[in-house]
């Protein structure tokens, strides 16, 4: 029971190209802004669609790949945890941010696949 206790699964589409970068280090790290939609019917009857937005942030292989296969609208599934974090901007002021820490990706398809994994 204890991997359950900070587990976060999604499926969903990537808003935009993954955003790769390097570290001082050499460490290849991604950051990825993936959309979940729920639709449901309202009070009336009348479709309604929710999009959360989530911002996926992969490390080392999973950042590799993010790069090599990964565009814009890509349909994917992401397993890993929620990993909240404090920064300073650059006016001084105290920003607080809450991200998925991945540790697998799954590449479901879709128009925004690069190539089809093996």
């Not at 994917?76 to 929620?82: F, I, N, P, R, T």
Request: glycine share 10%; aromatic share 6%; no cysteine.
């Amino acid at each position: 029971m204890y991997t359950l206790k900070n587990k976060v699964q999604l499926i969903g589409n990537l808003g935009m190209d993954p955003d790769v970068r390097t570290t001082g280090s050499g460490k290849k790290w991604a950051r990825l802004n993936m959309a979940t939609s729920d639709n449901y019917r309202n009070a009336k009857g009348d479709k309604v669609t929710e999009t959360q937005w989530h911002t996926i942030v992969a490390w080392g292989k999973n950042a590799e790949l993010a790069e090599k296969y990964l565009l814009k609208g890509s349909n994917l599934a992401v397993e890993g945890k929620l990993v909240s974090r404090a920064f300073t901007d650059k006016s001084g002021s105290k920003k607080y941010i809450t991200e998925i820490q991945v540790n697998e990706i799954l590449l479901l398809g879709g128009k925004g696949s690069k190539k089809t994994l093996v």
